[in-house]
């Protein structure tokens, strides 16, 4: 097969490996910069050019966008299905995951277990949505945040009004979250491919600190999830529209509660924590998978 990894730096390790694995599966693997393909989109015949280039008989894209280029990043991903190529992930649902307000939305819809979240635009309702996760201590979260960047945790209800009036000053756009303090700063990252948990690992974060990002100084090993997480897990991938998916879950007393659903999630930590070869499982996926035009948003948008 034909396949693009859309990706902006090729020596990253999760494009790396998935190239190693592609190639090693007898696949023409191919890395494009999303911000270097221009299209053609009022042609009746639609294309995606790439410096002078069109690009023809794709079979399947691996769309790694990062967070910084998601409107452009969905944009070439989408016109890519225009032309027949098979998503790994379609832009609808990158899209989708990639706005953390409206996730939270479907995941409650879905009655997916997650923290007591609030959202409020106006300053006379701060008393009210900190009553509403049920008091401090509180996490504020930026919407636009990612790696754990913008993720505060509020002691005292003082102290939650406080910054809640600051990212207010800001015009920041920001949830406010019941803090899992039973979690004990660890989290734990699901690898969802298709309906399979196919590999897992608990993150801790360091001493004093309650975010258990790796890029935080968090430290990776291996866990055993209990049945009701691998569902959880699944559940939420599959409400997402992801194929693949990274969800992230805390342990709260009140069952498994869904943090967050990356629809690119890397494979570093992942694949050093498990020793699980989760790129050539990605790459077994889109064989299987992989057919002319097979996105459900055709014609859609
Ligand atoms: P980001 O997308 O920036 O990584 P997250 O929402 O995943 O933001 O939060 C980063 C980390 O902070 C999580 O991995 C988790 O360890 C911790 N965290 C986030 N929300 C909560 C919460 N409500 N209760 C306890 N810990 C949390």
């Given at each position: 097969?034909?396949?693009?990894i859309l990706s902006r730096n090729r020596a990253l390790?999760s494009t790396?490996?998935?190239?190693?694995?592609?190639?090693?599966?007898?696949?023409?693997?191919?890395v494009i910069d999303p911000l270097r393909c221009?299209?053609?989109?009022?042609?009746?015949?639609?294309?995606?050019?790439?410096?002078?280039?069109?690009?023809?008989?794709?079979?399947?894209?691996?769309p790694r966008i990062g967070a910084s280029v998601t409107f452009y990043g969905a944009a070439v991903l989408r016109?890519?299905?225009?032309?027949?190529?098979?998503?790994?992930n379609?832009s609808?649902?990158i899209t989708r995951s990639r706005d953390k307000?409206?996730s939270?939305?479907?995941?409650?819809?879905?009655?997916?277990?997650?923290?007591?979240?609030?959202?409020?635009?106006?300053?006379?309702?701060?008393?009210?949505?900190?009553?509403?996760?049920?008091?401090?201590?509180?996490?504020?979260k930026l919407l636009e945040g990612t790696q754990g960047k913008g993720v505060?945790?509020?002691?005292?209800?003082?102290?939650?009004?406080?910054?809640?009036?600051?990212?207010?000053?800001?015009?920041a756009n920001?949830?406010?979250?019941?803090?899992?303090?039973?979690?004990?700063?660890?989290?734990?990252?699901?690898?969802?491919?298709?309906?399979?948990?196919?590999?897992?690992?608990?993150?801790?974060?360091?001493?004093?600190?309650?975010?258990?990002n790796?890029h935080?100084?968090?430290?990776?090993?291996?866990?055993?999830?209990?049945?009701?997480?691998?569902?959880?897990?699944?559940?939420?991938?599959?409400?997402?529209?992801?194929?693949?998916?990274g969800?992230?879950?805390?342990?709260?007393?009140?069952?498994?509660?869904?943090?967050e659903?990356n629809s690119s999630p890397g494979?570093?930590?992942?694949?050093?924590?498990?020793?699980?070869?989760?790129?050539?499982?990605?790459?077994?996926?889109?064989?299987?998978?992989?057919?002319?035009?097979?996105?459900?948003?055709?014609?859609?948008?």
């Amino acid at each position: 097969m034909r396949i693009i990894i859309l990706s902006r730096n090729r020596a990253l390790y999760s494009t790396r490996r998935l190239i190693e694995a592609g190639q090693q599966r007898g696949h023409t693997m191919r890395v494009i910069d999303p911000l270097r393909c221009y299209m053609d989109i009022a042609s009746h015949r639609p294309g995606v050019c790439y410096k002078g280039e069109t690009l023809e008989d794709i079979n399947a894209v691996i769309p790694r966008i990062g967070a910084s280029v998601t409107f452009y990043g969905a944009a070439v991903l989408r016109q890519f299905e225009m032309i027949g190529a098979y998503p790994l992930n379609e832009s609808v649902a990158i899209t989708r995951s990639r706005d953390k307000l409206r996730s939270l939305q479907i995941l409650a819809r879905a009655g997916i277990g997650l923290p007591l979240t609030g959202f409020a635009s106006s300053p006379d309702d701060t008393q009210d949505l900190i009553k509403l996760v049920g008091g401090a201590p509180l996490v504020v979260k930026l919407l636009e945040g990612t790696q754990g960047k913008g993720v505060v945790l509020a002691e005292t209800d003082k102290a939650a009004e406080s910054l809640i009036d600051a990212f207010r000053e800001l015009e920041a756009n920001f949830l406010v979250q019941e803090f899992i303090k039973e979690a004990g700063g660890s989290d734990i990252r699901c690898f969802v491919i298709g309906e399979r948990v196919v590999a897992a690992m608990r993150r801790q974060a360091r001493e004093g600190e309650f975010r258990s990002n790796l890029h935080r100084g968090g430290t990776a090993s291996l866990v055993k999830l209990t049945p009701e997480e691998r569902a959880t897990a699944i559940r939420a991938a599959g409400k997402m529209g992801l194929n693949v998916a990274g969800v992230d879950l805390l342990r709260s007393n009140h069952g498994p509660v869904v943090l967050e659903v990356n629809s690119s999630p890397g494979l570093e930590g992942i694949e050093g924590a498990t020793g699980k070869d989760v790129a050539n499982m990605i790459i077994q996926f889109i064989e299987k998978n992989a057919k002319p035009h097979r996105t459900a948003t055709r014609g859609k948008g």
